[in-house]
């Protein structure tokens, strides 16, 4: 009995091994399947490098210019106000150690009177901060708009099921060519701009 036991696991070894070559035999390994398919299709995905996208959008460089000049402009005009106040300043000191005032209440209220000048220069230097940063803001929420309405346009066939905008290598780190479609976009952008 014992051998047929040992005659009947050999052939069940046997035929166990003789199926799986079979079934392997007739099947292509699927890293085989991947890489076959691979170079042929494109996934619906592409990326939008936000760098050059900024740098080559007409309305993105004239929205810079712009916010560019009103902190220039609001530099210059809180430097001039510094000056003008900083000589103030000096000429009360001057005066101060000449015994230039007439008596003690006038000196009292010069300084009372720099001292609201000073905090009106606080004010006035917060508000162009404020005024500079809204502008900011109103600008990026024009190109965000801007930028989502066109790609609505763009991508109105659905060949992209997926846009990822990459800043600086930041979310994208490597990717095919074919994937990246700025400049497309930005020539889109530019079109509707001129229009």
């Known amino acids: ?5 040992i005659v009947i696991n050999v052939v069940l070894v046997a035929a166990v091994a003789a199926l799986f070559v079979i079934v392997l035999a007739g099947k292509k390994p699927a890293s085989a399947e991947v890489a076959a398919s691979t170079p ?4 619906p995905v592409a990326y939008l490098n936000v760098d050059s996208l900024l740098a ?3 309305f993105a460089q004239e929205a810079s210019e712009k916010l560019m000049t009103k902190q220039e402009d609001a530099r210059v005009k809180m430097n001039t106000k510094l000056r003008t106040f900083q000589n103030e300043v000096a000429d009360f000191q001057r005066k101060l150690e000449n015994n230039g005032f007439l008596s003690r209440e006038r000196a009292e209220q010069a300084q009372q009177k ?3 000048k000073e905090q009106e220069l ?3 230097e917060a508000k162009l901060t404020q005024d500079i940063m809204l502008e900011n803001q109103k600008l990026n929420v024009q ?7 066109y790609l609505k346009e763009f991508n109105a066939d659905g060949r992209y099921h997926v846009i990822l905008s990459n800043t600086a290598k930041d979310n994208v780190l490597m ?4 994937y990246d479609i700025t400049d497309e976009v930005v ?3 530019n079109a509707r701009c001129k229009k």
């Not at 042929?40 to 996934?43: H, L």
């Not at 990717?175 to 074919?178: K, L, M, P, V």
């Open 175 to 178: 990717a095919a060519e074919q």
């Open 114 to 116: 720099l001292a609201k």
């Open 1 to 5: 009995m014992n051998k047929i036991q």
């Open 187 to 189: 020539a889109g952008l």
């Open 56 to 58: 080559n959008y007409t």
């Open 143 to 149: 190109l965000a708009d801007s930028l989502t309405n």
């Open 122 to 124: 606080q004010e006035l």
């Open 40 to 43: 042929t299709e494109v996934m």
